[in-house]
C-alpha cells in the first residue's frame, strides 16, 4: 500500500478497516454487550451514549443531582469511568475522603481515577492537609503537574520526611509559574518566611513579573519582600509615573524605583526619557543594567534599529534568560557574530543547549572562518542535522544537504494492533472520540500513549496506536502517537495525507504548493474539520468568519456564511483562496505569508526589514518575529512543508528554495483592507 493509499482507505473505509486488522474474535468479543466497547460499535443512538452526553451538559452546568441521577445508566460504558467522575468532580469540595479513595479503588489503572487524583491532591494542597496529600500522592501516576510538585515539596517539609526536589528546584517552578497559579508562590512563601531565598532573588521574579505585563506575578513577588506591600504595587504597576512622583523620594528601596521604570517601558509612557534621568542616579549600577535590559529588550521586540547599540552597553551578567535571547536575535539582526557567540555561550546550560541557540553558536563559529571554528561549527550541525525539527532541517541545509525523507512505510504486526486495540484507556479514549468529546478523548488517550506507565508506550505499542488513530480518522493524535517515535520514525502517522483528492484540487485551483496546503493545516487544527479556536476560528484551515466573509467576498460566492466552514471542502476553497490572496501579496514568501495567516498581515507587513536595513535572510527574519507564537507557527509550517514536499515527491528537497531572503517593507499599501 502507497504512503497516499493508506490515507484515502483510511478516510473511506474508518473504524471497519480497524476490526478487520484486529481480527474477528477481537470484534465478535467487543460487540457483546459486556464488552467495553460494544457502545462505541453500536450507534450514537445507545441509550448509554445519550445518557453520557446528558451528563456532560449537566457537568457544565454543575448540576450535580441530575449527575447523580444518571451515573448508574453508565454501568458497562466504556465511559462509565468519565461519568463517575464528573460525579464526584463537580462536588469535589464536599466530598469525604472515603468517596475519593473509593472512586480510586473502583477505577484504579484508568484516566480519569488519576485525573481525580490530581484535582483532589491540589484541594488538599490548599487545605493543608499533608498527611492525606503524602497518602494520596502515592498512587499518583501522571506526575506532570508542578502545582503538585510544590505542594509534595511543602508537605514533606512540613512533616520532616526527605524531599524529593531541593529548594533551588522548588524556586525554578515558581519563575516558571504562570499568572493564576499560586502553590509554588506558597512554597516560596515558606521559604522566605525561613529566610532561605534571597532578596535578589524575589526582585528578579517581581522584575519578570513587571516586564512581561504580569501583575499578580509582580504583586506575588513584592508581598513576599512586605506583606503590605499590594497597595503599592498596584499602584506602581498600573500607573509607575504617579507612583514615582508621589512616592519615589520615599521609596522603602532603589529596587522598587526600578521596578517603575521597568514598568514605564513596558508602557512605552511618554515621561520615559525624563524619569530615566531624573531616576536612574539614585540606582546603584545592578539596577540600572536590570532597567536597560528591559529597554534594550523590548527595543529588540520592536525591531527598533538601536536595540543591538542597547545591548552593547549591559553586560551578560545582568540578563535573564530571556533577555539574552532577545540580545542574540538583535545581534543576528546586525550580523554581529561575535556577540551572538559571546551571548549563547553565556547563557545557562539548559538554555544553551537548546537546538535554537546551539544553531546560531554554530552559524558564528562558521563567521569566523577559522578552521578550528568551522570543524567546531560542523559537530554541532551534524548533531542537530540529526532531528526533522525546524532547525534540524535547517542545519542540514548549512551543511549543504538536501532534505531526504525516507518513507518505511511502517506497520505493526495483527497482534500489536490487538494488544494495543483492547488497552482500556485506549477503548475508553476511541468511545470519547466517536461521540464528539474531543478534549476529554485527547486527554485520556495523551494518558494511553505517553503517561500511564513511566516514559510512555514503546515504539512497537506507538506504531499499534498511531496506526489504530489513523484508521479511524484521529489524524491528531495519530500525529501525536507518531511524532513519539524517535528512533524509528513513521512519517506515514505523523505526516499524513487525509484529504487527498480535495486538498489536491483546491491547491492546484490556486495555484499553491500542494505541501504548503498540507504543512499549514497541519498546524492549524491537525486534520480536524470541526476544530474551533478560542478566538472563533473554525475548521481544517482555521478561518476566521470575517476573514471568511471577506475572501467569499473577493471569489464572488454568493450566499456564504461562515456556517459553512465547517463543510471542509468549503473551508479548503475560503481558506486556501485567502492563502493565495497572502502570497501575492507578499511576494510570494512563504514565510511572510505564514506569518500574515498566523498573526494578520498588517503586523507581518511591520516586520519587514526597513529599506535602510535591506534584504534579511530568511532564517534570521523568522527568528527575530516578536510573537512567540507566530514565530514557533512559522517554524512549523516551513519544516512540515518541506517533509510534504519530500514525501509526495520522493525525492529530495531543497530548503533553500522555500527560505529566499526577505526583502525591505512592502506587501500592504495604507488602504489595503486584507484582514
Known amino acids: 500500500m502507497s504512503f497516499t493509499t493508506h490515507t484515502r482507505e483510511s478516510q473511506r473505509n474508518g473504524s471497519k478497516h480497524l476490526w478487520r486488522i484486529i481480527g474477528l474474535s477481537v470484534l465478535l468479543s467487543m460487540l457483546t454487550l459486556a464488552s467495553p466497547l460494544a457502545s462505541w460499535a453500536a450507534s450514537k443512538s445507545n441509550v448509554g451514549d445519550k445518557n453520557l452526553l446528558a451528563m456532560q451538559a449537566a457537568y457544565a452546568r454543575n448540576q450535580t443531582t441530575r449527575l447523580t441521577a444518571l451515573l448508574p445508566t453508565l454501568t458497562g460504558h466504556p465511559l462509565e469511568s468519565l461519568g463517575a467522575y464528573w460525579t464526584l468532580k463537580a462536588n469535589l469540595e464536599n466530598a469525604t475522603p472515603q468517596a475519593v479513595n473509593a472512586f480510586f479503588k473502583r477505577w484504579q489503572g484508568t484516566y480519569w481515577e488519576d485525573r481525580l487524583r490530581n484535582?483532589?491532591?491540589?484541594?488538599?494542597?490548599?487545605?493543608?492537609?499533608?498527611?492525606?496529600?503524602?497518602?494520596?500522592h502515592n498512587g499518583y501516576r501522571m506526575r506532570d503537574?508542578?502545582?503538585?510538585?510544590?505542594?509534595?515539596?511543602?508537605?514533606?517539609?512540613?512533616?520532616?520526611?526527605?524531599?524529593?526536589?531541593?529548594?533551588?528546584?522548588?524556586?525554578?517552578?515558581?519563575?516558571?509559574?504562570?499568572?493564576?497559579y499560586r502553590r509554588c508562590?506558597?512554597?516560596?512563601?515558606?521559604?522566605?518566611?525561613?529566610?532561605?531565598?534571597?532578596?535578589?532573588?524575589?526582585?528578579?521574579?517581581?522584575?519578570?513579573?513587571?516586564?512581561?505585563?504580569?501583575?499578580?506575578?509582580?504583586?506575588?513577588?513584592?508581598?513576599?519582600?512586605?506583606?503590605?506591600?499590594?497597595p503599592a504595587g498596584k499602584t506602581l504597576f498600573g500607573q509607575p509615573y504617579?507612583?514615582?512622583?508621589?512616592?519615589?523620594?520615599?521609596?522603602?528601596?532603589?529596587?522598587?524605583?526600578?521596578?517603575?521604570?521597568?514598568?514605564?517601558?513596558?508602557?512605552?509612557?511618554?515621561?520615559?526619557?525624563?524619569?530615566?534621568?531624573?531616576?536612574?542616579?539614585?540606582?546603584?549600577?545592578?539596577?540600572q543594567q536590570q532597567v536597560e535590559a528591559t529597554i534594550a529588550t523590548l527595543a529588540a521586540r520592536r525591531s527598533e534599529p538601536n536595540a543591538h547599540a542597547l545591548f552593547a552597553r549591559i553586560d551578560n551578567r545582568y540578563l535573564t534568560d530571556r533577555q539574552r535571547a532577545?540580545?542574540?536575535?538583535?545581534?543576528?539582526?546586525?550580523?554581529?557574530?561575535?556577540?551572538?557567540?559571546?551571548?549563547?555561550?553565556?547563557?545557562?546550560?539548559?538554555?544553551?543547549?537548546?537546538?535554537?541557540?546551539?544553531?546560531?553558536?554554530?552559524?558564528?563559529?562558521?563567521?569566523?572562518?577559522?578552521?578550528?571554528?568551522?570543524?567546531?561549527?560542523?559537530?554541532?550541525?551534524?548533531?542537530?542535522?540529526?532531528?526533522?525539527?525546524?532547525?534540524?532541517?535547517?542545519?542540514?541545509?548549512?551543511?549543504?544537504?538536501?532534505?531526504?525523507?525516507?518513507?518505511?512505510?511502517?506497520?505493526?504486526?495483527?497482534?500489536?494492533?490487538?494488544?494495543?486495540?483492547?488497552?482500556?484507556n485506549i477503548r475508553a479514549a476511541l468511545s470519547a472520540f466517536q461521540l464528539n468529546l474531543e478534549g476529554e478523548a485527547s486527554r485520556q488517550w495523551t494518558y494511553a500513549v505517553a503517561l500511564h506507565q513511566p516514559g510512555g508506550m514503546d515504539e512497537r505499542d506507538l506504531l499499534a496506536a498511531a496506526e489504530i488513530a489513523c484508521q479511524v480518522g484521529w489524524w491528531n493524535r495519530c500525529i501525536h502517537a507518531g511524532t513519539r517515535m524517535q528512533t524509528t520514525p513513521s512519517f506515514m502517522h505523523s505526516y499524513p495525507q487525509p484529504f487527498e483528492t480535495d486538498i489536491l484540487a483546491q491547491a492546484k485551483e490556486v495555484a499553491i504548493h500542494p505541501a504548503f496546503f498540507y504543512g499549514l493545516i497541519r498546524q492549524e487544527s491537525r486534520f480536524n474539520p470541526t476544530a474551533r479556536s478560542h478566538a472563533g476560528a473554525f475548521g481544517l484551515m482555521q478561518v476566521m468568519p470575517s476573514t471568511a466573509i471577506w475572501t467569499a467576498k473577493k471569489m464572488g460566492l454568493q450566499r456564504f456564511t461562515p456556517q459553512q466552514l465547517g463543510e471542509h471542502k468549503t473551508n479548503l476553497k475560503v481558506g486556501g483562496n485567502y492563502l493565495k490572496i497572502l502570497l501575492e501579496k507578499f511576494d510570494n514568501s512563504v514565510p511572510l505569508a505564514a506569518a500574515a495567516y498566523n498573526a494578520g498581515p498588517r503586523r507581518a507587513s511591520r516586520w519587514r526589514p526597513s529599506v535602510e536595513a535591506g534584504t534579511m535572510e530568511a532564517a534570521i527574519w523568522i527568528e527575530c518575529i516578536p510573537f512567540n507564537e507566530t514565530r514557533q507557527y512559522v517554524q512549523n509550517v516551513i519544516a512540515?512543508?518541506?517533509?510534504?514536499?519530500?514525501?509526495?515527491?520522493?525525492?529530495?528537497?531543497?530548503?533553500?528554495?522555500?527560505?529566499?531572503?526577505?526583502?525591505?517593507?512592502?506587501?500592504?499599501?495604507?488602504?489595503?483592507?486584507?484582514?
Open 326 to 424: 532577545w540580545k542574540v536575535r538583535a545581534a543576528l539582526r546586525h550580523q554581529d557574530w561575535s556577540v551572538v557567540s559571546a551571548t549563547v555561550q553565556s547563557m545557562q546550560a539548559d538554555q544553551q543547549g537548546e537546538s535554537v541557540w546551539q544553531y546560531w553558536l554554530a552559524r558564528a563559529h562558521l563567521a569566523t572562518q577559522n578552521a578550528d571554528a568551522i570543524a567546531q561549527a560542523r559537530g554541532i550541525l551534524s548533531r542537530i542535522a540529526k532531528g526533522d525539527d525546524y532547525y534540524g532541517l535547517l542545519a542540514r541545509d548549512t551543511l549543504g544537504q538536501k532534505i531526504i525523507i525516507a518513507d518505511k512505510r511502517l506497520k505493526p504486526s495483527k497482534a500489536d494492533l490487538k494488544r494495543v486495540g483492547m488497552d482500556p
Open 119 to 136: 484535582d483532589w491532591m491540589l484541594l488538599l494542597i490548599d487545605r493543608q492537609a499533608w498527611p492525606a496529600l503524602i497518602d494520596a
Open 185 to 230: 508562590q506558597q512554597a516560596v512563601s515558606d521559604l522566605a518566611a525561613d529566610q532561605q531565598i534571597s532578596a535578589d532573588l524575589i526582585w528578579a521574579r517581581a522584575r519578570q513579573g513587571a516586564e512581561n505585563d504580569s501583575r499578580s506575578t509582580m504583586l506575588g513577588a513584592l508581598t513576599l519582600i512586605d506583606t503590605a506591600a499590594e
Open 640 to 675: 512540515n512543508h518541506a517533509i510534504y514536499a519530500a514525501l509526495q515527491t520522493q525525492t529530495a528537497f531543497d530548503l533553500a528554495g522555500l527560505m529566499p531572503p526577505i526583502t525591505p517593507i512592502g506587501g500592504l499599501e495604507p488602504e489595503d483592507d486584507t484582514p
Open 145 to 180: 503537574d508542578d502545582q503538585i510538585t510544590c505542594g509534595m515539596w511543602r508537605a514533606q517539609r512540613k512533616l520532616g520526611q526527605p524531599q524529593t526536589v531541593d529548594a533551588a528546584a522548588i524556586i525554578a517552578l515558581w519563575f516558571q509559574e504562570a499568572p493564576g
Open 242 to 287: 504617579l507612583w514615582l512622583e508621589r512616592y519615589g523620594q520615599q521609596a522603602p528601596s532603589s529596587d522598587w524605583i526600578a521596578l517603575a521604570l521597568i514598568r514605564m517601558a513596558v508602557n512605552d509612557n511618554r515621561y520615559l526619557t525624563p524619569s530615566l534621568e531624573r531616576w536612574m542616579p539614585t540606582l546603584d549600577a545592578t539596577q
